[in-house]
């Protein structure tokens, strides 16, 4: 578990949120939501917790007061938190207790709807459907989505921070690009530099070179760079804080291929052009098709295989989602990626940016200049 200044988490994770999440419990027409380890229960009370096979579980019912179900061996640690300082019972349960059937004991028996969180292990869920026979199960993402996608100054100010500190790892991957390094030996330096550089975990590291870059989600392998390869670098980490970062950027090791040239440029014109289009009222389907009309125009179209972007925040993909059929419109505090990518196949390419709707437009949250980086030329 990782901790930051107090003054910084209580702007975080203010108090108050928890109030939020109940009163949208109640909008929803559920009896409880069900938080176990993970975003939304981090979101909610500040709580880190650990993943166990133990139940660690926030209980906010739409009436009544929230509690929070932990491990006895884990309650000094929930002491600790966050949630510590929120004045919610902390209910410790032993070894040889159920801890499913206690959380129903303090729940009305009748419970028609109740929320699981979204990243509830299903054997969790389940133990919870038969300690809760009367209640339908359905996502708790639902209640607390319209909550988690507009960030608050603090957390755009966490997501400042984080891309910033992706932005100085971007600037160092020059110097890790040789030919004969392999992927994996890039990849391998690149994962230090994020730690160092402020984060607490790597979340992910593409190092995708020649060929391998027309793979989207490339895995690190033991080819060798070679002279004349573009290389996709894809990376991103969770900062003390919680939130996360996420930042793609071009390179080439000597004068890369003529063709590889030719869609770039088109790539980095709608990269560009998505990012301008980001304002209040604008709909996620509209910023996609910013950049996908471009790429289609130029003929590439049928190499831009996913969608323009993902939501950001506490996880690295979370809603909004840049893509077709998106029709909410964007609000202040909306933080997303922009990164549209053609992939022809025998490379690939992909620019992306962290991005923020602010209340006139929008504030990329990397500042990584974003054309071709040629190494050793």
Same mark, same amino acid.
């Given at each position: 578990?990782?901790?930051?200044?107090?003054?910084?988490?209580?702007?975080?994770?203010?108090?108050?949120?928890?109030?939020?999440?109940?009163?949208?419990?109640?909008?929803?027409?559920?009896?409880?939501?069900?938080?176990?380890?993970?975003?939304?229960?981090?979101?909610?009370?500040?709580?880190?917790?650990?993943?166990?096979?133990?139940?660690?579980?926030?209980?906010?019912?739409?009436?009544?007061? &929230?509690?929070?179900?932990?491990?006895? !061996?884990?309650? @000094?640690?929930?002491?600790?938190? *966050?949630?510590?300082?929120? =004045?919610? #019972?902390?209910?410790?349960?032993?070894?040889?207790?159920?801890?499913?059937?206690?959380?129903?004991?303090?729940? @009305?028996?009748?419970?028609?709807? $109740?929320?699981?969180?979204?990243?509830?292990?299903?054997?969790?869920?389940? /133990?919870?459907?038969?300690?809760?026979?009367?209640?339908?199960?359905?996502?708790?993402?639902?209640?607390?989505?319209?909550?988690?996608?507009?960030?608050?100054?603090?957390?755009?100010?966490?997501?400042?921070?984080?891309?910033?500190?992706?932005?100085?790892?971007?600037?160092?991957?020059?110097?890790?690009?040789?030919?004969?390094?392999?992927?994996?030996?890039?990849?391998?330096?690149?994962?230090?530099?994020?730690?160092?550089?402020?984060?607490?975990? $790597?979340?992910?590291?593409?190092?995708?070179?020649? @060929?391998?870059?027309?793979?989207?989600?490339? #895995?690190?392998?033991? /080819?060798?760079? +070679? %002279?004349?390869?573009?290389?996709?670098?894809?990376?991103?980490?969770?900062?003390?804080?919680?939130?996360?970062?996420? +930042?793609?950027?071009?390179?080439?090791?000597?004068?890369? *291929?003529?063709?590889?040239?030719?869609?770039?440029?088109?790539?980095?014109?709608?990269?560009?052009?998505?990012?301008?289009?980001?304002?209040?009222?604008?709909? @996620?389907?509209? $910023?996609?098709? %910013?950049?996908?009309?471009?790429?289609?125009?130029?003929?590439?179209?049928?190499?831009?295989?996913?969608?323009?972007?993902?939501?950001?925040?506490?996880?690295?993909?979370? #809603? &909004?989602?840049?893509?077709?059929?998106?029709?909410?419109?964007? +609000?202040?505090?909306?933080?997303?990626?922009?990164?549209?990518?053609?992939?022809? =196949?025998?490379?690939?390419?992909?620019?992306?940016?962290?991005?923020?709707?602010? #209340?006139?437009?929008?504030?990329?949250?990397?500042? $990584?200049?974003?054309? !071709?980086?040629?190494?050793?030329?």
């Amino acid at each position: 578990m990782t901790t930051v200044n107090s003054d910084v988490t209580t702007e975080l994770y203010p108090p108050g949120r928890l109030a939020l999440v109940q009163k949208a419990t109640a909008e929803h027409g559920l009896g409880a939501v069900l938080l176990t380890p993970g975003p939304d229960l981090r979101y909610t009370t500040g709580y880190d917790a650990i993943q166990l096979e133990r139940l660690t579980c926030l209980v906010v019912p739409a009436a009544g007061d &929230p509690f929070l179900v932990v491990p006895r !061996l884990e309650l @000094p640690a929930a002491q600790a938190s *966050p949630a510590g300082a929120l =004045g919610i #019972e902390l209910v410790p349960w032993d070894e040889t207790d159920d801890p499913f059937a206690l959380v129903a004991s303090r729940l @009305p028996r009748q419970l028609a709807q $109740v929320g699981v969180a979204d990243r509830m292990w299903a054997v969790m869920a389940l /133990r919870f459907r038969d300690a809760l026979p009367a209640a339908i199960q359905v996502p708790a993402g639902r209640v607390l989505r319209r909550l988690r996608m507009r960030k608050s100054t603090a957390e755009v100010a966490a997501l400042r921070e984080a891309g910033g500190a992706i932005d100085r790892v971007h600037r160092m991957v020059p110097a890790l690009l040789r030919p004969g390094r392999t992927e994996r030996e890039v990849g391998r330096d690149i994962a230090e530099a994020i730690v160092a550089e402020g984060h607490a975990v $790597v979340d992910f590291v593409i190092v995708a070179s020649g @060929p391998n870059g027309a793979s989207p989600h490339h #895995e690190l392998s033991d /080819r060798a760079i +070679e %002279a004349g390869d573009p290389v996709v670098v894809d990376i991103g980490g969770t900062m003390p804080s919680g939130y996360c970062s996420d +930042e793609t950027r071009m390179y080439s090791v000597g004068a890369p *291929p003529p063709d590889f040239l030719s869609y770039y440029e088109v790539l980095r014109d709608a990269q560009q052009a998505a990012c301008d289009s980001v304002r209040p009222g604008v709909t @996620p389907q509209a $910023v996609d098709a %910013a950049a996908r009309d471009l790429i289609a125009q130029a003929g590439y179209g049928e190499f831009f295989v996913h969608r323009t972007g993902h939501g950001i925040g506490l996880e690295t993909h979370e #809603e &909004p989602y840049i893509v077709t059929g998106n029709t909410e419109p964007l +609000e202040p505090g909306m933080a997303f990626s922009i990164e549209p990518g053609i992939y022809p =196949g025998a490379h690939g390419a992909r620019i992306e940016d962290i991005v923020v709707c602010t #209340e006139d437009g929008h504030e990329r949250m990397n500042l $990584v200049d974003r054309g !071709l980086v040629i190494v050793g030329d």
